[in-house]
């Protein structure tokens, strides 16, 4: 039998909503799973987490933050294959509102924005790493999610 893959998940800014689907998959498909998927990161299942050397990294959510943009890149710079989940980390909506607000609720959220660090706007992954594979939906589509596994799982990457 050929070695398992080593698959991590990673939240960026948004509601964990495509995170839920991913834990809806593993309802029917983890014991299969299990036998080729070695879950090296996901703080949904284990508590000690190792980023390094993952064959794939699935990423849900936008990018909002400076400390997010770090964190992004660390996550690209340990895994093979990238895939974007949902629309937050495809396109950053619908977490990216306030690229729309009005010049009048950006003053009066920039204080915040400041204090905490946050990016002028809120990008996707794309802005600031390769994405190799989208996952699309709001939340992300469980059958296309789990046709991308099937997938990795029996042509590797
Ligand atoms: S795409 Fe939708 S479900 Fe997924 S994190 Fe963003 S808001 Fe939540």
């Not at 895994?79 to 509102?97: F, N, R, W």
Request: hydrophobic share 40%; glycine share 6%; proline share 3%.
């Amino acid at each position: 039998m050929s070695r398992k893959l080593k698959f991590g998940f990673f939240s960026f800014t948004g509601d964990e909503g495509c995170m839920i689907i991913f834990l809806e998959a593993l309802n029917s498909h983890f014991q299969k799973w299990l036998k080729s998927i070695d879950f090296k990161y996901s703080k949904i299942l284990r508590e000690k987490n190792e980023m390094k050397g993952l064959d794939i990294a699935f990423v849900e959510g936008a990018i909002s933050t400076k400390d997010e943009v770090k964190r992004i890149k660390e996550v690209r710079k340990n895994c093979k294959v990238l895939v974007a989940m949902g629309a937050c980390a495809i396109d950053a909506t619908p977490s990216a509102h306030r690229n729309f607000f009005a010049k009048k609720e950006l003053r009066e959220i920039n204080p915040i924005l400041k204090k905490f660090n946050y990016l002028d706007k809120v990008y996707p992954l794309s802005k600031f790493v390769k994405v190799d594979y989208q996952v699309p939906g709001c939340p992300m589509d469980q059958m296309k999610f789990i046709e991308l596994v099937e997938n990795f799982i029996e042509k590797g990457v």
